[in-house]
């Protein structure tokens, strides 16, 4: 079977290359510079025309979307565990991952490109706070969830990463997510990890690419 993923630095590219990495998959990666606006590419259109990354391409055929994505890695890799092993703590898992596909990463997009949601003038601010305002309340409840545990499940699984990129991204847009104790230990756990260590490193080498 041939694998590969479109990904983007900085971007929720990042959990299928982690989970893939942690599942012992053979891929390649193409990187797509969204500075240049590859993502809008007629190529890359034609694989997904919502121009989003990740794209995973599965023996030529793209499927799209983070929770889709990641389910397929951890049921294709079960020796992995990348879902935790009870059935429903596996249904538990994929409704994290929805959670942070659609409760929090729509939040850190606003507080990205706040145009893009309200284009009134003097209206960024605004939508920035009403973001950071939600983040808040759901990292709250992320912080409970994580207290006295290492791992979402009693071991790392597909979600775990999912949240780190989102923690990731608001720490990146410096917003006040260091009072989350649990939130920051989970951070700081999975920056252990080889595979997050290992993306990390090649986001930092394309990023150096893509200014030269
Ligand atoms: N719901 C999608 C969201 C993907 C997404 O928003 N990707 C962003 C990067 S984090 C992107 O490619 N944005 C480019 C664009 O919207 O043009 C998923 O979970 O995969």
């Known amino acids: ?100 596909g659609s409760g929090i990463h729509p939040h ?7 145009a893009k949601f309200c284009d009134a003038p003097g209206s960024a601010d605004s939508v920035r706070a009403q973001a950071a305002k939600a983040l808040d309340e759901n990292f709250a409840i992320a912080d409970k969830r994580l207290a006295g545990r290492e791992f979402f499940f009693d071991h790392y699984t597909a979600p775990d990463v999912y949240f780190y990129w989102c923690l990731r991204r608001a720490t990146q847009f410096e917003l006040p997510v260091k009072k989350f104790g649990h939130c920051m230990a989970h951070f700081e756990r999975m920056e252990q990890r080889a595979s997050v260590k290992n993306v990390l490193a090649f986001e930092k080498a394309t990023l150096d690419r893509f200014a030269a």
């Open 108 to 114: 850190l997009a606003r507080i990205n490109s706040p």
């Open 1 to 100: 079977m041939k694998l590969s993923l479109y990904y983007a630095p900085t971007t929720c590219a990042l959990v299928p290359y982690v989970n893939l990495t942690e599942a012992g998959a053979d891929f390649d990666i193409h990187a797509i510079n969204m500075r240049k606006g590859q993502n809008n590419s007629p190529e890359f259109l034609a694989l997904n025309p919502q121009h989003k990354v990740p794209v995973l391409l599965i023996d030529g055929a793209p499927l799209t979307e983070n929770v889709a994505i990641n389910t397929w890695i951890a049921r294709q890799y079960p020796d992995a565990r990348l879902f935790p092993s009870a059935p429903m703590d596996e249904i538990r898992a994929i409704s994290l991952m929805g959670w942070f």
